[in-house]
C-alpha cells in the first residue's frame, strides 16, 4: 500500500487520543490485538503510544491512524487479506 488514501475506509473518530482510540476498539471491537508502535499493518509502521490496540472484527480492522498536521483518527476499514495477516501475529 503506497498511502492510507487508497483503502476505503469510514472515520471513526477525528481528532482522538490514542486512549479514546483504546476504549472505543476494547468496547466495540470482537478481537482485540495489542501491538507495538511501529507493527506493519497495510504494509506502513503503525505510530501510536504503547499499548496500540487494532481491532477485528470478522474482515472489519479498525485501528488508530496519524496523520502528521492532522492529528489521529480511528479508521475501519475491510480487508480480508490484512486481517487475517494480523490473526495470524504472535500475541503479546
Known amino acids: 500500500m503506497a498511502c492510507i488514501e487508497s483503502l476505503k475506509y469510514e472515520i471513526v473518530l ?3 487520543s490514542f486512549s479514546e482510540c483504546r ?3 476494547k468496547k466495540n ?3 482485540v490485538l495489542t501491538v507495538d508502535p511501529g507493527t506493519l499493518l497495510f504494509e506502513k509502521p503503525i505510530i501510536g503510544i504503547p499499548p496500540v490496540f487494532i481491532g477485528l472484527d470478522g474482515d472489519t480492522i479498525t ?4 496523520k502528521p498536521c ?5 479508521l475501519r476499514t475491510e480487508n ?3 486481517a487475517l495477516r ?3 501475529m504472535p500475541r503479546k
Open 86 to 88: 494480523l490473526r495470524k
Open 29 to 31: 471491537c470482537r478481537e
Open 23 to 25: 476504549e472505543y476498539i
Open 80 to 82: 480480508p487479506e490484512e
Open 63 to 66: 485501528f488508530p491512524y496519524t
Open 70 to 74: 492532522y492529528g489521529t483518527f480511528l
Open 14 to 16: 477525528k481528532g482522538a
